[in-house]
């Protein structure tokens, strides 16, 4: 049904976090622009977003993609636990890795019974902590900070506060990756916090938002190197940004069909030929989160960690 493409290791498992005590984090959105401040009761956002979760989480399941669902702990509160893969991450060859967080209440995400559980039912042949950047100030903010070409060897990365280049090049060099870097900034010129609100790689793909890259040549580099590793790209503008259109994660479900989660809100703001080239590689599946993108300032990609270890 889709075209034959570069082999991208797709994940068929998923990692998702229940909320306990989602709500506005004032601390992320210091430098998280997408962040916007509700006219809600703290229990009311919570419950919306609980909502919104478990609707997601039917929705995939309904597409026969296999997710684990943890459970977040009301205490202390962590308002942004919805979103695991920014500070954990797996890899294929058995590595789990735990990155340096920006902001200190989400420090507290990391939670020894969540590895415990992921290690119940998974073979994790190596861990690599790089929290101890935290203390110097340095951050990786995992698959939000990088989006990995895992087939080339490749992370692209948009620098931030959240994504310090020392970090992201001693992760590159210990994981024999090469560090693809750029500048992109959001429609009022403020650096974006995460490289997955403006890049989504697929198997044969990739959505980028071009617009955000402003030096000539860093876009050029981004987009030679997309085109010779035989991914066509999609370009969406800023606009469409700014609506999570490039917080898309391509993942294959328990009969290898390959699916491309989104937000609602990304798929309505996308055209009717973005859509189609879309469709060329993946089952669209658009999924309704707005009280989540509009209070925490991510989409369904940022609430989803791949797991692509080996079952138990």
């Known amino acids: 049904m889709f075209p034959e493409t570069n082999k991208l290791p797709l994940a068929s498992t998923i990692l998702m976090v229940s909320p306990a005590a989602f709500g506005f984090n004032a601390e992320t959105a210091a430098n998280n622009y997408f962040q916007t401040k509700p006219a809600l009761s703290k229990e009311e956002i919570q419950q919306r977003a609980l909502v919104e979760f478990d609707n997601m989480v039917q929705s995939l399941r309904s597409h026969d993609i296999d997710v684990l669902v943890i459970e977040d702990t ?16 797996t890899s294929p060859g058995g590595k789990l890795n735990i990155f340096p967080m920006y902001a200190p209440s989400r420090r507290m995400e990391k939670r020894e019974e969540i590895l415990q559980e992921i290690g119940k039912h998974f073979i994790i042949q190596d861990v690599q902590d790089w929290s101890e950047y935290e203390v110097e100030g340095r951050f990786l903010e995992g698959t939000g900070s990088m989006v990995i070409d895992y087939e080339n060897s ?36 403020m650096p974006i916090y995460h490289t997955n609100v403006m890049m989504a790689l697929g198997e044969g793909f ?8 402003e030096e000539e040549w ?64 993946s089952t669209l599946l658009p999924i309704a989160v707005p009280t989540i993108e509009e209070v925490e300032g991510g989409s369904v990609r940022c609430m989803i960690a791949e797991i692509f270890l080996q079952k138990q």
Request: some cysteine; glycine content about 2%.
């Open 74 to 89: 009301k205490e202390p509160p962590k308002p942004d636990a919805i979103f695991p893969n920014n500070w954990l991450s």
């Open 154 to 189: 490749m992370i692209y990365a948009c620098i931030s506060e959240r994504t310090s280049l020392p970090v992201l090049e001693k992760y590159a060099a210990t994981n024999h990756f090469q560090a693809i870097v750029f500048l992109a900034t959001d429609k009022n010129g």
């Open 206 to 213: 990739c959505v980028l938002c071009e617009e955000s890259i």
């Open 218 to 281: 860093e876009l050029i580099a981004v987009r030679q190197l997309l085109e010779s590793t035989n991914h066509t790209i999609i370009p969406i503008t800023r606009v469409q940004m700014h609506c999570f259109a490039g917080n898309m994660l391509q993942v294959k479900n328990k009969k290898g069909d390959k699916i491309l989660v989104m937000s609602k809100a990304a798929f309505d703001s996308l055209r009717k030929e973005q859509k189609e080239m879309l469709e060329a590689y």
